[in-house]
């Protein structure tokens, strides 16, 4: 069974511009969620998203967006990028019901670069 | 609101001993606890989760954690040491109704030396 699966895996983006992070959870998980890493800040989270709606959100600007599709699939995206949205981005999946349906799997992440 | 606090950023032991890896959490509500560990460059793997059942947790690689309330503390043990468990240990907690919504402890870096 695959895991998480996050694209791309790393990536460099100049300031002011935008990125988009994709994110494929695990076949069955219904719930997706996304966190930032960072050296200063540890893992912080973004925000949740269950049957295409945003569920619960972090403490991040509205530069910071997400989205679901129908397939569970998410992609997050970053607009007017600064130097300090440098991170590793990490998404994670929970199938929310059944045995075991809280355990969070989260991906490999993908490692994002602003010069 | 909920938050975890890993009272050691670094942790150093030689292969063979035990580890230990101290959490205290704090929580209105009845918390779910967890242990993730991260190797180098490489995502989060769940080692094990506390979730209202057995206060003494087994998780993968011969690591355990007991939930003790009176002391509001998972702290994370093995009894022997490997070179293949250095990694960052993240102690987490969640509160119900938000089970995605995780609040991540600071790390500790366990060193394992020969």
């Known amino acids: 069974k695959a895991g998480v699966t996050q694209t791309p895996r790393y990536l460099i983006k100049t300031r002011g511009q935008q990125v988009t992070l994709s994110c494929s959870p695990i076949?069955?998980?219904?719930?997706v969620s996304w966190y930032q890493q960072t050296p200063g800040q540890g893992l912080q989270f973004l925000f949740e998203?269950?049957?295409?709606?945003?569920?619960n959100k972090g403490n991040f600007p509205g530069r910071f967006s997400g989205r679901q599709f129908s397939n569970s699939r998410s992609e997050m995206n970053v607009s007017t990028l600064e130097l300090g949205d440098s991170a590793l981005y990490l998404c994670?999946?929970?199938?929310?019901?059944?045995?075991?349906?809280?355990?969070?799997?989260f991906g490999e992440g993908s490692w994002l670069t602003v010069v | 609101a909920q938050s975890v606090t890993q009272l050691d950023s670094h942790v150093s032991v030689s292969e063979g001993t035990p580890v230990l890896l101290r959490c205290n959490y704090s929580?209105?509500?009845?918390?779910?606890l967890f242990w993730y560990v991260q190797h180098p460059n490489k995502g989060l793997q769940l080692l094990l989760k506390?979730?209202?059942?057995?206060?003494l947790v087994k998780g993968i690689n011969g690591f355990e954690a007991e939930f003790k309330k009176s002391e509001t503390s998972f702290h994370l043990t093995k009894p022997s040491a490997h070179m293949s468990d250095a990694a960052e240990y993240f102690c987490?907690?969640?509160?119900?109704?938000?089970?995605?919504?995780?609040?991540f402890g600071t790390g500790t870096r366990l060193q394992v030396t020969l």
């Open positions: 076949s069955g998980h219904r719930s």
């Open positions: 994670a999946s929970r199938r929310e019901q059944g045995a075991g349906g809280n355990t969070i799997y």
């Open positions: 506390y979730t209202s059942a057995a206060t």
């Open positions: 987490v907690v969640s509160e119900p109704g938000t089970a995605s919504k995780l609040t």
């Open positions: 998203y269950f049957s295409e709606t945003q569920r």
């Open positions: 929580s209105s509500y009845s918390p779910s």
